[in-house]
């Protein structure tokens, strides 16, 4: 057994990341299918620590939430953590608040109605900010008309209000070609981050444009149609660079044209950079298995492990911050 979570940072164990991720799992579970497994150079579940992990939530964080499960099962055979995408609200409403998953992930803070629903079913979510995105505007690779958008233009684009078909409705002197628009289901946390910042609250999102819990649908949309349109976070367009186009944005017209990318979400010079959480149980962390875990990931959240996925990772005295909140809660 390990220490009692009252010990602080002494019981911090800063494990390195055993390298950089090759490619974008795509959303889906991930799970320990290691246990029983013969030989092999670890001491895989030899400290003792055994149980199961239940994360929920974003699909932008998913890709995070899976690497950081891949490496901790490499060091602890004897737990099981399971990694399924299902938006930041559906993990919220179907599993999170409902006391069925320990932890769930989110492109956005909790809002109070899920609080309140947590409440209800007497769970308490701690909130740790894990990583930074560049959430990404894309189109289709031979859409050379489009290069940068003004949050006004995205505005027409994808609220319900401004009767936007084609692109030549934005712009006269673009095609005349019907925008076919690919984005993220309603109970994502990145539409409901895009339809605060971007769509704004004097309006809707357009229901007209296909919704799904799916990135890669997303970017596949968008490649097979060339007046394709759509949103997502930006590792997932980081592994797809060649089969669709960024475009670049700016908050106003007189603003400069502006990447995305994680070196612009980090200095904040992206106005689409937005930050991501997981949130757990407090309930759960009074589970060793699931304190280690969550302690495991907050440690990785500020190495390389988070960058070569393609988000930007936390800072040390973010880090520190997590670290000290999980002591305080789990003490």
Known sequence: MTDSPSSGLSRRRFLTSSGAIGALALAGCTQNTSRGNDGGSTDSGSDGLSGQVI????????????????EFMEEHGNVNVTVDSTGSGGGFENWFCPG????????RPISDAEIEQCSGNDVEPVEFEIAGDALTVA???????????????LRQIWSDEAGVTNW???????????IERYGPASTSGTFDYFNENV?????????EYQPTEEDETIVKGIRDNEGGMGYFGFAYYNSNSEAVKAVEVKAEEGDECTPPSLANAKDGSYPLARPLFIYAAESALQREEVYEFIQFY???AETDLVQDIGYVPSSAEQRDENLEKLDEIAG
Not at 55 to 70: L, N, Q, R, W
Not at 100 to 107: P, V
């Open 55 to 70: 994360i929920k939530g974003s699909s932008t964080v998913f890709p995070i939430s899976d690497a950081m499960a891949e």
């Open 100 to 107: 069925d998953s320990d932890i769930n992930g989110a492109s």
């Open 168 to 178: 030549s409705d934005v712009r006269d002197e673009w095609p005349d070609m019907e």
């Open 298 to 300: 907050l440690e990785q």
């Open 139 to 153: 189109v289709n690779n031979d859409a050379d008309w489009v290069d940068c958008m003004t949050f006004d233009e």
């Open 199 to 207: 769509v704004g609250e004097d309006t809707e999102h357009t229901t």
